[in-house]
């Protein structure tokens, strides 16, 4: 998921990321795309926090607002679509774009769910980019510290 501009500075595993930068919250994908969704996040300007389950991620949700949210349909704790329903049936984060990241290359598999965009894996950095600009959230430099 990704997060709105919080004061002060959002840790993001061992680096500190200027608190202009849009914040990501990633609900769990295989180990190698998740490297990849990471990188490509972080290396337009996004400091990215990670869910390991469809339970973190909703409890992260909950505690503040974010600017867009990615998600996976396999998670390890329910199904993605058990999550998107969480997600939507939350107060917070209503308008939050959801991009789902997926194997599954059907679209139809979220219709009826308010998201964004779908993107299948394996993940395309430009198609990321692109959805999340026309969500309003174009990529930004990164301050380094």
């Known amino acids: 998921m990704l997060g709105g501009a919080t004061a002060g500075r959002a840790l993001t595993g061992s680096r500190a990321v200027a608190?202009?930068?849009?914040?990501?919250?990633?609900?769990?994908?295989?180990?190698?795309?998740q490297l990849q969704l990471v990188a490509a996040l972080e290396s337009a300007g996004y400091a990215v926090e990670l869910a390991a389950s469809g339970s973190e991620?909703?409890?992260?949700?909950?505690?503040?607002?974010?600017?867009?949210a990615t998600i996976d349909l396999l998670l390890p704790d329910m199904s993605g679509l058990e999550l998107l329903s969480a997600l939507r049936g939350e107060?917070?984060?209503?308008?939050?774009?959801i991009i789902v990241i997926t194997v599954v290359p059907d679209a139809r598999l979220v219709a009826g769910f308010?998201?964004?965009?779908?993107?299948?894996?394996?993940?395309?950095?430009?198609?990321l980019l692109a959805s999340l600009a026309r969500a309003g959230l174009p990529a930004r430099q990164r301050e380094r510290t």
């Open 114 to 127: 308010p998201v964004h965009d779908v993107l299948h894996k394996p993940l395309d950095r430009e198609r």
């Open 57 to 68: 991620a909703i409890e992260r949700w909950r505690s503040r607002p974010y600017d867009a």
């Open 91 to 97: 107060l917070a984060n209503r308008t939050t774009p």
């Open 19 to 33: 608190s202009h930068a849009w914040s990501a919250l990633a609900t769990r994908v295989a180990t190698r795309d």
